[in-house]
């Protein structure tokens, strides 16, 4: 499958690209072994590592376990492809002459690093994929000159006349239904006596302010709609409540939820006005993302690749 690069990668810095640089003139490990050519630039099989060993460091702040591998697993699948692309971008950079400010890079670094506990922390994690802090700074660097090439060669010419957002209305009405919302009052609680105790209660009729008197809980408001990704547990219960009623407690983790319904607002059709952000946002990326994809598919025609390994 093509990839086609993600901008929103580019502005949330998710991602890094990984470029090794090497030319034919430079001497390689012998477990270096060449998987692609790419002009007069190779990709080694290393290149291939240090690249998910980047991405894995990423997605390990938001996924664990099999979340993780499973998202991996999918990365691997054209990473080859990834690179190749990336580096072709780079090079058309290294052409344009494009320069990055050392001050930007140390903005993103000091970013990155505030994300961790501490500086100690940030060293381990770069410690476990097998970088160093110098890698990390080359990598910024690296994407900072595709976000602008990718900027300059594609982005700043895309647009979306509103013409063609009422157009796109018209035709779609039906994705512009706002769906069925359900504003409930959610009990949080430690015990699961004591939370059969307060959904009881409060199916008798007792005020929520006086049972809040008498036990320890805390209180939240939820606003939930049908399709919504929802966890399973909650779904279940709050869509099936009627105006007014009450949950059993609900154990998630390490905590009990008792759930009350307090309205029901059916669902509504959005008015262009309402749904133009949307729209645009749609049309924009979409318009985008086919730049993308022919800009990259001429840079590949002009370009000598080979693929000489899996």
């Known amino acids: 499958m093509k990839r086609i690069i993600n901008f929103k990668l580019f502005l949330t810095g998710v991602l890094f690209v990984a470029f090794c640089g090497l030319s034919f003139n430079h001497c390689l490990f012998a477990e270096d072994k060449v998987v692609a050519v790419v002009n007069n630039e190779i990709i080694t099989q290393k290149d291939l590592f240090d690249f998910l060993s980047f991405i894995r460091m990423q997605y390990s702040r938001e996924f664990k376990g099999m979340a993780l591998e499973e998202k991996m697993q999918a990365m691997k699948q054209d990473s080859l492809q990834r690179l190749i692309e990336d580096r072709l971008i780079l090079q058309q950079a290294k052409?344009?002459?494009?320069?990055?400010?050392?001050?930007?890079?140390?903005?993103?670094?000091?970013?990155?690093?505030?994300?961790?506990?501490?500086?100690?922390?940030?060293?381990?994690?770069?410690?476990?994929?097998?970088?160093?802090?110098?890698?990390?700074?080359?990598?910024?660097?690296?994407q900072m000159l595709m976000y602008t090439v990718v900027e300059q060669k594609v982005r700043s010419k895309v647009m979306t006349r509103p013409d063609e957002i009422t157009s796109f209305y018209n035709q779609n009405k039906q994705q512009f239904l706002k769906p069925e919302e359900r504003q409930l009052t959610v009990i949080v609680l430690q015990d699961d006596s004591l939370a059969k105790t307060v959904s009881y209660n409060l199916r008798l009729g007792q005020k929520l302010e006086d049972l809040a008197a008498k036990y320890p809980f805390t209180t939240d408001k939820l606003s939930a709609w049908q399709g919504e990704d929802l966890?399973?547990?909650?779904?279940?219960?709050?869509?099936?409540?009627?105006?007014?009623?009450?949950?059993?407690?609900v154990k998630i983790d390490q905590q009990y939820y008792v759930f009350k319904l307090e309205n029901i607002i059916g669902s509504q059709q959005l008015n262009l006005a309402q749904a133009q952000d949307k729209i645009q946002a749609y049309l924009f990326e979409k318009k985008l993302q086919e730049g993308l994809t022919k800009?990259?598919?001429?840079?590949?025609?002009?370009?000598?690749i080979k693929i000489t390994g899996d």
């Open 295 to 304: 800009w990259l598919d001429e840079l590949k025609k002009q370009s000598y």
């Open 231 to 249: 966890r399973k547990e909650i779904d279940e219960v709050v869509f099936k409540l009627g105006l007014g009623e009450v949950s059993d407690p």
């Open 95 to 142: 052409n344009d002459k494009v320069i990055i400010e050392p001050s930007r890079i140390k903005a993103k670094m000091d970013e990155i690093k505030k994300k961790y506990g501490s500086e100690a922390e940030f060293e381990q994690d770069l410690s476990v994929q097998g970088l160093v802090q110098a890698d990390l700074e080359n990598k910024i660097r690296e």
